[in-house]
């Protein structure tokens, strides 16, 4: 749970906790102490399910803000309008919905540039059926890489 959801060790416990809870088994947890030790040799890989055909990748990219205060506190109280945010840039399976491919970049940084890396992360030995993305990707670049890619 915790490498699948991103939490550290006291919120996993706590959230396991509450699961267990929920469906009302009275099982034990292991503390904070035991997860640190395990942790240190445990290998976690979790797999994707693959497509049954050639995957269909869609393209696109959002915003984060990773600094600076809420707009609703900025409007209210004032403050410094500095605000930090980081571009994360997907690639799904259509068929599947999995998460194939993530860059994540500064905020000035356009999607069409980093095409080649999203597409990078697909394993050569698997072929690419088609690439779907929004205008921003629309560029010499795009139509480069977007080909779908065939296996040598």
Known sequence: ?????????RQTTGFVESLLR???LNWAVPDFSTLSRRQKTL???????RSRS????????????VEGEGERHVRKHGGPKRRVWRKIHLGIDEQTLEIRAVEIT?????DAPVLPDLLSQIP????IGS????GAYETRRYRDCGRPRHPP
């Open 22 to 24: 929920l469906v009302d």
């Open 54 to 65: 050639s995957p269909h990748l869609l393209l696109d990219s959002t915003g984060i803000k």
């Open 124 to 127: 050569v030995a698997e072929e």
């Open 1 to 9: 749970m915790q490498v699948l959801l991103g939490m550290a060790h």
């Open 43 to 49: 290998a976690v890989n979790i797999p994707y399910r």
């Open 131 to 134: 690439v779907t993305a929004d």
């Open 106 to 110: 500064a905020s000035h940084i356009g």
